[in-house]
């Protein structure tokens, strides 16, 4: 049997599976997202934050205002983007994409990051590249949701996924609990990136974003293998 195209195969599943609010159990978006159009509403967006880090602001700042750690030291991408806050709703919706099997829930985020990405100008990559999981946590996990996302974004945003480029090569223990220069410390040496590296401009993909230490150790080695324009796409960051 031939495979469906995915646009036909998508119009069926959701004729067969109508979009529901995976919040409210109300019908979900004429676009075939499971979400409601109120509960879209009410998602944290990140609108007030730092141009480079995406650290959410308290206060309204002018455009381009950086963090005061972005001041002291610009990070080796270009620009993160987060759609969300990491409140409200928003961290069950990626415990539940990333630790639960909720690949529903992964392609909801992919399509609301998407629309982030597509509203804020960004410089478009030739590549998607997801934050690598260690082999170890992929087994154990069975996938990786950055991945996940990536490849709804790649679809959504018409970009190729590059999940092999680079990889996590040391399983680090878990950061939670660490300062920022301990989290450095554990995550040094932690990915390896296949050389030669094809790509020029990329964006790194990333569910949440917490200190940075992860994404900004990713994209050292990203440019040290010759990567010229790094953006990061996430789907939160928290405070
Ligand atoms: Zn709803
Ligand atoms: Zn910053």
Same mark, same amino acid.
């Given at each position: !049997?031939?495979?469906?195209?995915?646009?036909?195969?998508?119009?069926?599943? #959701?004729?067969?599976?109508?979009?529901?609010?995976?919040?409210?159990? &109300?019908?979900?978006? @004429? #676009?075939?997202?499971? %979400?409601? &159009?109120?509960?879209? $509403?009410?998602?944290?967006?990140?609108?007030? &934050?730092? @141009?480079?880090?995406? /650290?959410?602001?308290?206060?309204? !700042?002018?455009?381009?205002?950086?963090?005061?750690?972005?001041?002291?030291?610009?990070p080796p991408f270009?620009?993160?983007?987060? &759609?969300?806050?990491?409140?409200?709703?928003?961290?069950?919706?990626?415990?539940?994409?990333?630790?639960?099997?909720?690949?529903?829930?992964?392609?909801?985020?992919?399509?609301?990051? $998407?629309?982030?990405?597509?509203?804020?100008?960004?410089?478009?990559?030739?590549?998607?590249?997801?934050? *690598?999981?260690?082999?170890?946590?992929?087994?154990?996990?069975?996938?990786?949701?950055?991945?996940?996302?990536?490849? +709804?974004?790649?679809?959504?945003?018409?970009?190729? +996924?590059?999940?092999?480029?680079?990889?996590?090569?040391?399983?680090? *223990?878990?950061?939670?609990?660490?300062?920022?220069?301990?989290?450095?410390?554990? /995550?040094?040496? @932690?990915?390896?990136?296949?050389?030669? %590296?094809?790509?020029?401009? /990329?964006?790194i993909?990333?569910?949440? +974003?917490?200190?940075? #230490?992860?994404i900004v150790e990713l994209a050292r080695?990203l440019r040290? $293998?010759?990567?010229?324009?790094i953006?990061v796409?996430?789907?939160?960051?928290?405070?």
């Amino acid at each position: !049997m031939s495979e469906l195209s995915p646009t036909v195969a998508e119009s069926i599943l #959701s004729r067969l599976f109508p979009p529901t609010c995976v919040l409210c159990g &109300a019908p979900g978006s @004429a #676009s075939g997202r499971d %979400l409601c &159009a109120g509960c879209t $509403a009410d998602l944290p967006r990140n609108l007030e &934050a730092c @141009a480079r880090c995406a /650290l959410p602001f308290d206060t309204r !700042m002018p455009p381009g205002t950086l963090c005061g750690r972005c001041q002291r030291r610009l990070p080796p991408f270009g620009r993160c983007l987060a &759609a969300f806050r990491y409140e409200g709703v928003v961290p069950s919706l990626v415990v539940g994409a990333k630790f639960e099997g909720r690949l529903d829930l992964a392609r909801l985020l992919g399509q609301c990051l $998407a629309e982030a990405v597509r509203g804020s100008e960004p410089q478009w990559p030739e590549v998607l590249v997801p934050v *690598p999981l260690h082999p170890k946590r992929l087994r154990a996990r069975g996938y990786n949701q950055a991945h996940e996302i990536a490849r +709804v974004l790649g679809r959504e945003l018409s970009l190729p +996924v590059d999940p092999l480029c680079c990889s996590r090569v040391r399983a680090t *223990p878990p950061q939670s609990g660490l300062d920022e220069r301990e989290r450095r410390r554990n /995550l040094r040496g @932690a990915f390896e990136v296949q050389e030669p %590296l094809r790509w020029r401009r /990329l964006a790194i993909v990333d569910d949440v +974003v917490t200190t940075g #230490s992860t994404i900004v150790e990713l994209a050292r080695v990203l440019r040290r $293998a010759g990567a010229e324009r790094i953006e990061v796409w996430a789907v939160a960051r928290t405070p």
